[in-house]
């Protein structure tokens, strides 16, 4: 990913001559801009059709025919909540060079305008040639633009992460960019893996055990800061999901390289709090294997032991990424913190109640759970809480083991699968679950189709809260 693409245009650009404007109205501001306009433009905006409707946008000519600026439009009250980001949609229409924002904009508008036209500078790119030069826009007035620059970046990382397919991201990979990650700010990483990950982490090492030479399990330890909350964060780093013996169909596999978009969330959330100095004592655990088939992996019907001591029946080979995360949430309780948080692309079922916009977490904590809430709903990264609901408790207790780790019926999906993490992530003093998609399946402004990372702004914004 080329970073020039998540940067904004230098600070004198703001007052060159060269610098167009994309002047921002409503359907009622239309009307006073056509007034004021030369006859040519008015012409112009008349014949395309320009209403100023949300996410509208079109090019002025200049006299040489040359584009000389743009209006975008901004809707409705009710329509602009409805989008997000929808400057960011603009970016690609627009030629390369230095423009700005203007208009009657508040804050809040202009930091979200800001940062949709970084994001939507997101290109990946490591399989093919990078785009020519891109429009760039100049930092809207008040916005923290270096702030919102390492936003951007920790985002790209994500997305990056996501994308690159299962043979170039494996177990090692994955542990190869947490390690760029984090020595890029002074983190310190370990990674215990072979017979030390074997008879301390036995669930990982299971569900890694049928992956090839190169690809075996591994679980990474990344630290950061000395002073402020401790915050531990923990992502599914399953690097590439065949179902196991319970083998997926080719329809179900296709994206399964998005198998660890919790680990990738993870470190990019990661990276952007190292990156802007956030007070924060962190801690990051990722689980990275690889489920595969081979004489080796596990079977439908075994009961494995683990680290926190509960045994597991497998049911379900498929339902992998909660025994990973299992072992990873009872070495995080092995040390206080103040929050934790797993992150994990677990189940269809969140997807089936959500859809694929929408991060739901599971939390006991009604504090945390509503200040997550509005940091979410203040920098339009959407999240809603589900029930951590007990009367299912009895659904993930199958009587020949402790645990079930995929209870048949088909119900509840979700809530059973974070019911059971919560059981490995029981002493923590504040615990909250993620079960994201981590995939945008069509372009949306400042998202374009392919991984995404979801919840990672939410929480930067919560954790934010707590220093």
Known sequence: MTQSALTFAPADAAEDPATREIRCLSPEELGAWREAADPAARAWVEAAGFEGKAGQSLVLPGPDGAPAGALFGLGTPEARARGRFALGGVRARLSAGAWRIAGDLDAEAREEAALGWLLAGYRFDRYAEAPGPEATLVAPEGVDAPRLERIAAGEALTRDLINTPARDMGPAELEAAARETGDAFGATTRTVAGAELEAGFPLIATVGAAASAGREPRLVEMRWGDEGPRVTLVGKGVCFDTGGLNLKPGSSMGLMKKDMGGAATVLGLARTIMATGARVRLRVLIPAVENAVSGAAFRPGDILPSRKGPTVEVNNTDAEGRLVLADALAL??????????????????????????????????????????????????????????????????????????????????????????????AGAASYAHFDIYGWQPADKPARPKGGAGQGARALLEAIGGMS
Do not use: K
Not at 337 to 354: E, K, N, P, Q, Y
């Open 332 to 425: 995080a309780t092995e040390e206080e913190s103040d929050l934790l948080v797993s992150m994990a692309t677990l189940t269809g079922a969140a997807r089936v109640a959500l859809g694929p916009d929408i991060a739901p977490f599971y939390t006991d904590d009604e504090a945390f759970a509503e200040a997550l809430a509005a940091a979410g709903a203040r920098v339009r990264d959407p999240v809603w809480r589900m029930p951590f609901w007990d009367p299912y408790e009895e659904m993930i207790e199958p009587g020949i083991a402790d645990l079930d780790n995929a209870p048949s019926g088909g119900f509840a999906g979700s809530i059973t699968a974070a019911l059971f993490l919560r059981r490995f992530a």
